[in-house]
């Protein structure tokens, strides 16, 4: 249905190298760039905010799809629809779901809705015909370089089934320990859209990673 695109995750770059980081990514085929902000709430980590990702954003040529892993997505996507491609918020969040991708869709941005490895599928069903993508996290949300969880295959293939019954377009995006085994296996579940980090960012050939990643 759709083509494969890779999003490598700036929290797995060297922050001290950003731009450098930004251009790599670019020069090495990245179809999007993929930001995790973090509040220290939601998840327990502190990641980075409005201001990081307008500081990618002065070098990116490419989407920068940002996934907002905080308690109030509805009080914060404001501070990023100027950049971002995508804003993808959570299910589990303090909001009213509906009212707030419908608030990022207004503001022109395209709109996500993401779920944690412990919630069930159920839990986005009713949003999915209001969406651009869904993020199905293959790691607990909160820190980089975990070992994928392959019982989640089953939420995208209940996704990409969901999708094609009801005739609707979202992108599947999974994030959380992709590499050059599991992305094939998520893309050959339904998956469309691969977040990968720590296997991008730490390769020797960054190029190679994500040719062989679009090529699932």
Request: aromatic share 6%.
């Amino acid at each position: 249905m759709h083509p494969v695109l890779v999003a490598p995750s700036l929290l797995a770059c060297d922050f001290g190298r950003l731009h450098q980081e930004v251009e790599r990514a670019q020069a090495c085929g990245a179809d999007w760039l993929h930001c995790d902000v973090m509040d220290g709430h939601f998840v327990d980590n502190i990641s980075f905010g409005p201001a990081f990702v307008a500081a990618v954003a002065q070098v990116s040529r490419v989407p920068l799809d940002v996934h907002l892993m905080v308690d109030r997505p509805d009080h914060y996507f404001e501070r990023f629809v100027r950049v971002a491609h995508n804003i993808t918020v959570h299910v589990e969040a303090q909001h009213d779901v509906g009212a707030t991708l419908a608030a990022i869709r207004a503001a022109r941005c395209r709109c996500g809705i993401s779920l944690r490895p412990a919630t069930p599928f159920s839990a986005v069903e009713p949003y999915l015909d209001q969406v651009d993508l869904l993020l199905i996290m293959t790691v607990v949300p909160g820190f980089g370089g975990q070992a994928f969880m392959p019982e989640m295959l089953e939420k995208v293939r209940a996704a990409a089934e969901w999708r094609a019954r009801r005739g609707l377009r979202y992108r599947i995006q999974v994030d959380g320990g992709i590499n050059d085994a599991t992305g094939p296996e998520c893309v050959g579940t339904g998956a469309d859209t691969l977040v990968v980090g720590t296997h991008a960012f730490r390769a020797e050939d960054m190029a190679g990673v994500i040719g062989q990643l679009r090529g699932s």
